[in-house]
């Protein structure tokens, strides 16, 4: 019976309610002709039950069953008309992932099998009807009890200001599996990040945000499976409620729940704010050619954006085979009810979107104002959560820097890449160089400098370590002829590319390495040091390794003399930081060339590789040197100026009169009476 006059009764997905004994499940399907509902026992093979969903609310398809209760596993049969080329992709013998389950028993999908396609596979050019079940090798969803005793209140109603936030990136897995001061069954989960060994190391270190690259539940790709890979960075969703199994310690059948809840509160508790990588572009089905997991068998034409030409093809604007349909009503829907189910339901404090213009996309148009990014700005929950966009993707007008919302902020490549460049030695004009420092103004015409999230390095690309000590990357063992990843090349001055005896080549990567960690944290704006980089973590070149699940990626814990010397000056940066967030509001800004003159409109346009500034905070006088060039005297201003940080110099040193500066150095001194 379709009842088009009331609304559905229940919110889409599963719940349980407990007063009534039962579930109620929900699902959207526009197309559909029927939805079988599948409830499978512990083994996860075969349904032990089917359940057609006989209510219908417009696109909603539900009932309430009872006796059914978390733990229970269960997912869909969607059936309907298989039309390719008008982007119908119906196949009743394929299982389909619930978008709104809360949580998925295991790994995606558990094995690999030609029968996860809705068409035959082996059959060139022809999309023949796969009549083949794929029970066995698509994981079940669970239902979810959403109990839980939280205790981090106070930290969601205060937060963390945004001029004070100080974003540590990094991955669940990587950060903790050969940390041995953890126990060895916790390693590399959830709870490893809520153990009081990360949290104390993350306190001593300084930062007060940690970003977690991707948990929704994600695939890993068939390419990569084959080749004995993983997709470890997990940019490959299946699910937007689920937090992935791979990382519970504790069971996946609603436990990783509670764990992702439990890590939360306990970093939370100890004033660590949380933020999520969330991927709303695409998912891992991928292109026409990918499996039938979940959305492409439950309505395929509404989930993706399809070609206009033949509905077969998809648009790829996010370079990894299909682009969501975010002018969709139900997907708007669903990106919104899942932002909301993190932040309300998980506790977490924001987000990062990758690819994010595909957010504002209305196809070839790029509209900031189109219905989700309205509907995120209105949203009385969501727009108190901190929002990072990823200002880029690969479709028509895709570079998006300095164009997102007032209340967004945006990784600033191009401090990223006018940084790198600045230490590399190159010239480049001197206001270039001081607009990256002071929030890239010129970028954020219209917001404040806390709009730009500065960073030198993130998981996309060279480690710092790495971008110091290769030229050239190096990606062979991820099985591509070494053409994956951007092309980082850089020449350092260093002499030799890679792992070298010659102590003074080493001492100049390690001054380069402080050189910009020194700017990462003086500049306006909010700063973002990828995780391990402090410790100087090496992936051997490998400036791409999203599909490296071992020691390339992991995080050693085993510290030299030379790396526990950096990770104690990253340590010093970050407190300087700390101490001075007046950084982002100084009473003045004086502008030096070499010759320690101050710098007018010619020199502004002029090239250099030399920059120098005196700002006043909190009543204290600091002059700030980066020299990216060969070693010269430079006058200082008038005055004793006390080395507080510096890439070359011992703290406490005073200097007066002409200093010599050295070359690619970086210096930060106090002015004292």
Not at 78 to 91: D, T, V
Not at 150 to 161: L, M, Q, S, V
Not at 392 to 397: E, I, K, T, V
Not at 579 to 602: C, H, R, Y
């Amino acid at each position: 019976m379709i009842n088009l006059v009331m609304r559905c009764p229940y919110p889409i997905g599963s719940t349980y309610i407990e007063e009534k004994g039962g579930t109620a499940f929900v699902i959207f399907s526009e197309f559909a002709t029927k939805v079988e509902l599948q409830i499978y026992s512990e083994d996860q093979k075969y349904p032990k039950e089917s359940v057609e969903l006989r209510n219908r609310y417009g696109d909603l398809w539900l009932d309430f069953i009872s006796g059914i209760k978390p733990g229970q596993l269960y997912a869909y049969r969607i059936h309907g008309p298989y039309k390719p080329n008008e982007g119908l992709r119906f196949n009743p013998n394929k299982i389909v992932i619930d978008p709104y389950a809360k949580a998925i028993a295991g790994t995606i999908p558990i094995k690999w099998d030609d029968s996860l396609f809705d068409y035959k596979p082996n059959i060139t050019g022809i999309f023949e009807f796969n009549e083949v079940p794929d029970d066995l090798y698509v994981p079940k969803c669970v239902v979810v009890d959403s109990n839980f005793n939280w205790e981090d209140k106070e930290f969601i109603k205060r937060g963390i200001d945004l001029k004070d936030l100080l974003i540590y990136e990094t991955h669940v897995k990587g950060f903790t599996i050969l940390n041995k001061e953890i126990p060895e069954h916790l390693r590399g989960t959830y709870a490893a990040l809520a153990t009081k060994q990360v949290i104390d190391y993350l306190n001593d270190l300084g930062v007060n945000v940690i970003e977690l690259m991707p948990v929704h539940a994600f695939l890993d790709d068939k390419i990569l499976v084959e080749r004995g890979l993983r997709n470890y960075w997990g940019y490959n969703p299946i699910n937007y409620f689920s937090p992935d199994a791979r990382y519970s310690s504790s069971g996946s059948h609603g436990q990783q729940v509670i764990e992702f809840k439990k890590m939360v509160n306990e970093l939370h508790n100890a004033g660590i704010a949380v933020i999520l990588d969330v991927v709303y572009n695409h998912t891992g089905e991928g292109n026409h050619l990918g499996p039938t997991i979940s959305f492409r068998g439950i309505d395929n034409l509404s989930y993706y954006l399809l070609s206009s030409n033949d509905k077969t093809y998809y648009i790829d604007y996010t370079g990894v085979g299909n682009t969501l349909n975010t002018t969709h009503p139900r997907v708007i829907q669903m990106i919104l009810d899942s932002l909301r189910y993190w932040v309300q339901e998980m506790h977490v404090d924001g987000f990062r979107f990758d690819v994010a213009p595909v957010l504002a996309r209305e196809y070839e148009k790029i509209n900031m104002n189109n219905a989700l990014m309205i509907a995120i700005r209105q949203d009385p929950i969501l727009s108190r959560a901190i929002l990072i966009a990823e200002p880029w993707d690969l479709g028509p007008n895709g570079y998006q820097l300095g164009n997102f919302p007032l209340e967004w902020a945006e990784w600033n490549g191009k401090y990223r890449d006018i940084i790198r460049r600045f230490w590399r030695g190159e010239m480049l004009p001197y206001g270039e160089i001081a607009n990256r420092i002071t929030g890239s103004r010129d970028i954020f015409v219209k917001k404040d400098i806390f709009s730009s999230i500065n960073y030198i390095t993130c998981h996309d690309g060279f480690t710092l370590e790495d971008l110091v000590s290769y030229n050239q990357k190096h990606n062979e063992a991820n099985g591509f002829e070494n053409k994956d990843g951007a092309d980082e090349n850089f020449s350092w001055n260093c002499g030799v590319e890679g792992p070298t005896d010659k102590q003074e080549i080493i001492e100049l990567r390690e001054r380069i390495k402080r050189n910009f960690i020194i700017t990462l944290f003086i500049s306006q704006g909010i700063p973002m040091l990828l995780g391990g980089d402090e410790l100087s973590r090496t992936q051997k070149g490998n400036n791409n390794a999203f599909c490296q699940d071992n020691e390339i990626s992991w995080y050693s814990w085993e510290l030299d003399e030379r790396r526990r010397r950096f990770l104690e000056f990253v340590k010093s940066a970050i407190k300087f930081r700390k101490e001075n967030t007046a950084l982002n509001f100084p009473k003045g800004i004086i502008w030096f060339n070499k010759e320690g003159k101050q710098v007018d409109q010619s020199a502004w346009n002029s090239t250099t590789n030399f920059l120098a500034f005196f700002i006043t905070l909190d009543s204290k006088e600091y002059l700030i040197v980066l020299n990216a060039g060969e070693a010269f005297e430079f006058p200082l201003p008038e005055g004793k100026w006390e080395v507080i940080i510096s890439s070359y110099k011992d703290k406490g040193v005073v200097c007066s009169g002409k200093e010599q500066v050295d070359k690619k150095s970086a210096t930060i001194f106090i002015k004292r009476v």
